[in-house]
Nanobody
Framework: QVQLMESGGGLVQAGGSLRLSCAASGSISSINDMGWDRQAPGKQRELVAHITSGGSTNYADSVKGRFTISRDNAKNMVYLQMNKLKIEDTAVYYC????????????????WGQGTQVTVSS
């Protein structure tokens, strides 16, 4: 069945950059919305950036001007380029997707990946 697999997390110093990737696997014909949310220890999960199949984007105020989300509809992949990273960006980042049409079915609700750790050090 359809699965989301993240990669690219790791440890970087403040001011550095990381690029996260997420691949949706399975016999997928289309995905409406794909995005990245994050959760720091002791905090609620929050939206980071989302992008529709048409290219419309939505960013959290805290990452505007530093992060860029993009997607490849043909490959069913979404990316998050993170620049000028801050210590407060440290969190587990989760790829997610909604409106997934697969061969012979339609997935209702939002599908989540397993998460990838991003740690920013001083």
């Amino acid at each position: 069945q359809v699965q989301l697999m993240e990669s690219g997390g790791g440890l970087v110093q403040a001011g550095g950059s990381l690029r996260l990737s997420c691949a949706a696997s399975g016999s997928i014909s289309s995905i409406n919305d794909m995005g990245w949310d994050r959760q720091a220890p002791g905090k609620q999960r929050e939206l980071v950036a989302h992008i529709t199949s048409g290219g419309s984007t939505n960013y959290a105020d805290s990452v505007k001007g530093r992060f860029t989300i993009s997607r490849d509809n043909a490959k069913n992949m979404v990316y998050l380029q993170m620049n000028k990273l801050k210590i407060e960006d440290t969190a587990v980042y989760y790829c997610n997707a909604e409106g997934i049409r697969s061969v012979g079915s339609y997935i209702v609700g939002r599908l989540w990946g397993q998460g990838t750790q991003v740690t920013v050090s001083s």
